[in-house]
């Protein structure tokens, strides 16, 4: 998977050498940190944008503030 130009095992520096590194990227039982990586990706793409740019959610980035976005129930 490619992320900003780069592998994901590449951002992520090495782990067990290439074998480990394209087993990150393409195996399934990885396929839960691979979205969480993008998604840490896109979070800091979307700071860095508000920063410069107005954007929708911009006045929440960087507030701390979750009260909006709990679920309800057990």
Known sequence: M???GKALSQ???PVGGV????AINSAPEYA???RVCLARVAAEWYR???RVKETTY???V???DIDDWRINGP
Do not use: C, I, P, Q
């Open 19 to 22: 074998e480990g590194g394209e």
């Open 11 to 13: 951002r992520a520096g």
């Open 48 to 50: 860095g944008l508000s």
């Open 32 to 34: 839960e940190l691979r």
């Open 58 to 60: 911009g006045d929440l």
């Open 62 to 64: 960087d507030t701390g």
């Open 2 to 4: 490619a992320v900003g």
